[in-house]
Structure formats: C-alpha cells, structure tokens
C-alpha cells in the first residue's frame, strides 16, 4: 500500500511562489509515477504535473500547458520525494492540490491514479 502525504499549501498574493511537497511510502521496490492534480469548485479536476521515482531511467517529466513556464516539478530519490514549485502564481491557479502515485503510467496519464494524498489547499488573492 502507497501512503502520500502532501504539504506546503496556504495563502499567497499573487505573482508569489509556494513549493509544494509530496512524501512517498509504502512501496520501494521499483518505480512508480508520482505527480499532481488540482481541483478548484465547479471546475474540472486537472493534471497538473507528474515525474517517476525509482526505477531505471526517469522520462522526462511531464507539465500541463497551463502551469508551464511558472510551475516545476523536481523529485529526491533517495528521500521518496516529489515537489512542485510553483512560481508566478495567479488567482486561477486557487484550488486544492493533490499528490496521486499509480505504477501505471496509462492511469497516470489517462486515467485516474490509484494513490491519493489528503490534499493541500492554495489559495492566490489578487
């Protein structure tokens, strides 16, 4: 079983910047897709950005258009770690962010992961 648990969310003016952090357990014993989701109300639950820790070689990790160019997604092996830094932030990026981890890169990707965090909430002001 595959625990997360997020922090790092709370209140920023906009133009500021949070880091987001995603602690990994349970499962080390080969890679497994880790990454973020986010959800404002009456919006559509987005997939933000998603990396691979462990395992061989890590693809390149993956950042959605929206967040491109403000938002960066960085892991630690070794401390089963995945951080989203968020820089520039505006008021639509408001919303609870969630760290999710799947072994399958098609539910990652496609579909809906397996593992959920609790949540974080960021919440930009004008």
């Known amino acids: 079983q595959v625990q997360l648990v997020e922090s790092g969310g709370g209140p920023v003016q906009a133009g500021g910047s949070l880091i987001l952090s995603c602690a990994v357990s349970g499962h080390t014993y080969e890679g497994i897709y880790v990454g973020w989701f986010r959800q404002s109300p009456g919006k559509e639950r987005e997939r933000v950005g998603f990396?691979?820790?462990?395992?061989?070689?890590?693809?390149?990790?993956y950042i959605a258009d929206s967040v491109e160019g403000r938002f960066t997604i960085s892991k630690d092996n070794a401390k089963r770690m995945v951080y989203l830094q968020m820089n520039s932030l505006r008021p639509e990026d408001t919303a609870m962010y969630y760290c999710?981890?799947?072994?399958?890169?098609?539910?990652?990707?496609?579909?809906?992961?397996?593992?959920w965090g609790q949540g974080t909430q960021v919440t930009v002001s004008p």
């Open positions: 990396t691979l820790i462990g395992g061989g070689s890590a693809p390149t990790p």
């Open positions: 999710a981890a799947d072994l399958s890169p098609a539910r990652v990707f496609g579909g809906t992961p397996k593992y």
